[in-house]
């Protein structure tokens, strides 16, 4: 997608929060740092921004002050700006946030992005677009028009706020309204999903470079099998996706037959059920050690019969997998229903039984969201996106 490269590049010169390594350097080159200087001046930037979260230049103690100054000038290290930020009471955290205009012609867009503390870690579910243009059935981002792709700066944008918020950087206090999972060594965010806003695998680039700029050793350090990428079935790029960034693979399935996966995730007419397996089965790494992740959701009276609880056990064989069970959302005008407890316990259990892991969790974080309707509208159908982004990263990422 050239259009998120190009809006990547434009600002890259102005905002410096969530800059690749190549683009730290061309600031540099920009404001005359002589070739042989910019290496080491780029390693120096990148500890501050990504290892220390500087928010300011003046903090950069081993760099001239000069150059400073001209940083100063010319760039800056704001994040995306926070127009809201709720705390549930069991710590759950959303976060509203306004990305400036990427480019001339670019209004700015607004995304949420949430946090979900548990004991042994903290998952932050990041979005990768602005609506999506996959129109899955149940899913109500699918309904909006895509307004754009996220930049690398802006997905990284996401983590940098919330390790801002949650003290999570060097010398940082973790905020006094929140749990926060707490222990040696022990990181409020942990673990990263991309399971929010947007299909990953069609901003591949912009996704592939944050992941890069997140897993970098002399940065955030985040662990790529912390980092989940949760796909609709994009074939080609789960391939990349492995090769290119070697983290975990999610895959939402939802169906056992191509004929209901047809309806459910219009995709699967491109890429059908076979063609998704087969690549789930050459995803590089994918071991008993490292699951994928099967995401079903589950509706009530459409795929969540003991009959397609077996199919699905059937269908995953020979694949190292483990099943999410995600209850569904309801959104207004939804044309489904959440399938019954009793029902999803019962699947879960065929699923359990045959040796998958299949957890099914309440959802956490409901206190926040119910304030929902109260916003302006067009983040009404982002808050709807958010309470699947929470129940969904209750049970991913889990590594
Ligand atoms: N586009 C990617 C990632 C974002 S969606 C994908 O489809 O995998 C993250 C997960 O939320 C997917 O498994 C998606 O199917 C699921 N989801 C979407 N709408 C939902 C709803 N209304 N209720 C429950 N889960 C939903
Ligand atoms: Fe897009 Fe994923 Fe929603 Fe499908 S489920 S419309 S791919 S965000």
């Known amino acids: 997608m050239t259009s998120a490269v190009s809006a990547a590049e434009e600002h890259a010169s102005v905002r410096l929060a969530g800059a690749t390594r190549s683009e730290l350097a061309r600031a540099l080159a920009e404001l005359g740092v002589a070739e042989g200087e910019r290496s080491m001046r ?63 012609h670019d209004k700015g867009a607004e995304i949420e992005c949430v946090y979900i503390p548990e004991s042994d870690r903290g998952t932050l579910c990041v979005s990768s677009q602005v609506g999506c243009t996959l129109n899955c059935t149940f899913c109500h981002t699918g309904t909006m028009p895509l307004v754009r792709n996220l930049t690398t700066a802006e997905i990284v944008g996401q983590v940098l706020i919330a390790r801002d918020r949650l003290g999570d950087f060097p010398g940082g206090t973790p905020p006094p309204d929140g749990l926060v999972p707490s222990g040696e060594g022990m990181r409020a965010v942990s673990n990263i999903v991309f399971m929010g806003m947007g299909e990953p695998l069609y901003n591949f680039g912009a996704v592939r470079d944050a992941i890069a700029i997140l897993t970098d050793g002399e940065g955030l350090s985040l662990s790529k099998r912390r980092i989940t990428v949760s796909t609709s079935g994009v074939v080609p790029e789960m391939e990349r996706l492995g090769a290119e960034c070697g983290t975990m693979l999610a895959v939402s399935l939802h169906a056992t037959n191509n004929a209901l996966r ?3 995730v219009p995709l699967n007419r491109k890429y059908p059920i076979e063609r998704v397996l087969q690549a789930c089965r050459g ?117």
């Open 42 to 104: 780029v390693s120096q930037l990148w500890h501050w921004i990504y290892h220390r979260g500087a928010r300011e230049f003046s903090a950069m103690r081993n760099i001239a002050k000069p150059l400073l100054a001209k940083l100063a000038e010319r760039h800056e290290l704001a994040r995306p700006e926070v127009v809201t930020e709720q705390v549930s009471a069991d710590g759950t955290r959303k976060w509203l946030l306004r990305m400036p205009p990427a480019h001339a």
């Open 262 to 264: 047809d309806k459910l």
């Open 283 to 399: 995803y590089p790494g994918a071991s008993n050690a490292r699951r994928i992740t099967f995401e079903y959701v589950m509706l009530k009276g459409v795929n969540d019969t003991p009959a397609e609880a077996k199919a699905l056990v059937r269908l995953l064989k020979g694949v190292p997998a483990k099943i999410n069970l995600i209850p569904f959302n309801p959104w207004p005008g939804s044309p489904y229903e959440c399938s019954d407890w009793e029902t999803i316990e019962r699947f879960s259990e065929i699923v359990f039984n045959a040796g998958y892991a299949s957890p099914v969790r309440t959802p956490r974080g409901r206190d926040i969201l119910a304030a929902c309707g109260q916003l302006k509208s067009e983040t009404e159908k982002l808050r709807a996106r958010a309470r699947i982004m929470l129940e969904e990263s209750l049970v991913v990422g889990q590594d």
